[in-house]
Structures are given as structure tokens and as C-alpha cells.
């Protein structure tokens, strides 16, 4: 009787070792070329490119399905202008399993208000807001980019901090402080306490930009957000400057 295929197993990190003649994949990320166990806002493919037939069938249990769906992470962003900020084409099986090995194209509504290149990194050139879409397969996604000038905590702080810092087991609670579960949240733990996390107005003190930037103690774990992001990195230092407010 044939094998099965396993729907249980990660998308991520999935096995092909029982398929005959199965692909090569080169996978480059920002900060390293080691992969990922999770793509994130921060942590995402730059580039993925595949060689070689699938050569999988019933009797290789762990072979992907073919893409079924596409989406474009983060589907809403912002980046200041001159400044950079880097977006992932995910494709997903029919069963919701994350798939590697497909290459996106990539185009912009507004190549005057921002532009994309050919991994998905947008460059935000003028005020305003623009549709990225990214094409896979006969997919296609699309997510926002507003390019901004100024910097709030709930529409370009917390969306950064959420999904870099705010994970499973950390900045949550329970879990190690800051939390960062919320705008309201995060600005309580951040400014309100009174702690040494940020300093309103002044960019060259305080324990949350230096994390940022650290590439001994870096946050999120692995690389900092000012190597991965820094187009983010730039928004949060931007916010803080402007007075670090409950906006």
C-alpha cells in the first residue's frame, strides 16, 4: 500500500529525504543564510530559488503540495522616505502548510511613491501609499506601503514590535518584560513605568533602541532589528524622538 502523506508535518523545516530525485532549494535570508524555523515581518526570504524536478508521488510521505494560495507579509507597512522595507511572498498548500521553493515577481501601483525590486524590498520615495503585488505561480497577492513622515505608536510602532518582539514565550504574558501585547500595553511597559526602556526625545539613551542594535544581546533573538529592518528600526528611533507619545 502506498505511503501516506504526512499532513502533520511543518511546512517549514520539512523533510524531503524520502524523495527520489527531489529538488535543490537556495534559500538567502536577511542576516545569515541559515533557515528559519518562522518567517516573520523581520526574518524574511530575500530570495528562494529551485532546480530539479519534485520527483515526489505516494510513496514519498513528506512531499509538498502544490501552492493553492499566496499572501504578502506584512500586508500593511510603512517606511520613511529614502528608507527601505523588506516584504516575503508566503505560499501555502491546500492544507495551510507554508511551501519554500517559488520565486515571486514583484511591481508597485506608484513607482513614484515607492518602488520593489526583484526580492520584494520596497523603497519608500514620496508621501503617499501604494499596492505591492507579488506573483507566484499564477498567484498573486497584494499588501500596502504608506510612506510616512511621522511616526505613531499604533499605526507604526506596535505593528513592528508585535511581530518582531511580542512572540510566543517572549514580551507576552507571561514572559520576560517589556510586554508588548497592545499599543496601550507596550506604551505602560516602554514610557509610562518609568523604566529606562526609552526616553521620550532622546534617541542616544535607552535600553530599547540599544537591543535594536545590539549584535550581542540583539532583539529579535538571532540579528538585531537595525540589521534585518532598518527601515523599521528608523521608524521606532523616529517615534521616540518625536516625543515617544501614546499615539
Not at 514583484?106 to 515607492?114: H, K, M, P
Request: aromatic share 4%; hydrophobic share 35%; glycine share 12%.
Amino acid at each position: 500500500m502506498p505511503a501516506r502523506r504526512n499532513r502533520g508535518s511543518p511546512a517549514v523545516g520539512r523533510s524531503f529525504d524520502n524523495c527520489p530525485a527531489g529538488p535543490t532549494l537556495a534559500a538567502t535570508y536577511l542576516g545569515g543564510t541559515s533557515m528559519r524555523t518562522r518567517l516573520s515581518h523581520l526574518a524574511v526570504t530575500a530570495s528562494v530559488a529551485v532546480s530539479g524536478g519534485w520527483g515526489c508521488s505516494n510513496e514519498c510521505p513528506n512531499c509538498p503540495g502544490g501552492g493553492t494560495s499566496l499572501q504578502v507579509s506584512p500586508g500593511t507597512t510603512s517606511v520613511l522616505p529614502g528608507r527601505t522595507v523588506q516584504l516575503a511572498a508566503l505560499v501555502y498548500d491546500r492544507d495551510g502548510a507554508l511551501l519554500n521553493g517559488f520565486k515571486a515577481s514583484w511591481s508597485s501601483s506608484d513607482q513614484s511613491v515607492a518602488s520593489v525590486d526583484s526580492t520584494g524590498l520596497v523603497t519608500g520615495l514620496a508621501v503617499g501609499s501604494v499596492t505591492i503585488t507579488a506573483s507566484v505561480a499564477g498567484l498573486n497577492a497584494d499588501g500596502t506601503v504608506n510612506v510616512v513622515t511621522t511616526s505613531t505608536l499604533s499605526g507604526q510602532v506596535q505593528p513592528i514590535l508585535q511581530t518582531s518582539c511580542a512572540t510566543a514565550f517572549c514580551h507576552v504574558s507571561p514572559g520576560p518584560s517589556p510586554t508588548m501585547t497592545s499599543a496601550s500595553v507596550t506604551y505602560n511597559s516602554l514610557v509610562a513605568s518609568g523604566t529606562t526602556y526609552v526616553t521620550p526625545g532622546d534617541t542616544t539613551v535607552g535600553l530599547l533602541l540599544q537591543r535594536l542594535k545590539s549584535t550581542t544581546a540583539p532583539m529579535p533573538p538571532g540579528a538585531p532589528l537595525s540589521q534585518l529592518q532598518p527601515g523599521n528600526y528608523d521608524l521606532i528611533a523616529l517615534w521616540i524622538a518625536q516625543g515617544a507619545q501614546n499615539n
